[in-house]
């Protein structure tokens, strides 16, 4: 934990994907004070026209950003997280601010498994990371 999911519309270059990853790790790992190594993160191109919202009575074109993250953060810290992110995926990909969502989903940390770094995450606690 945690995962970053990106439903995009289009195609990006895999340069772009690859910094937007190393940026949305770096962010996330100093706003919650995360194991970067414990970060992944997913930048799924849907094509044209394959994530929608409506907007005035009209589908138009958008992007999602999904968080998996550890249950139990703030949801002040979540609202700066969710900016902050959104602000890498504008000045990286280019992607509309106003037509980006974040969405939260919170987990225990025996929900996620990381054999790698000793199994499942260890419970997050103020001043500890994911």
Known sequence: MPYLQLDVNGRHAATDKRRLAQRLCETYA????????????????????????????????????????RRGRSAELRLAVAKALCRDCTEILGLREDRLNVEFTQHAGDEMYHPTLGGYSPEWAQGEGD
Not at 38 to 43: M, T
Not at 44 to 67: H, I, K, N, T, Y
């Open 30 to 69: 100093a706003m919650m004070s995360v194991d970067i190594r414990r970060i992944s993160v997913a930048v799924r191109e849907a094509g044209e026209g394959g994530v929608w919202r409506m907007v005035d009575s009209q589908p138009v074109e958008m992007s999602v950003l999904m968080c998996d993250i």
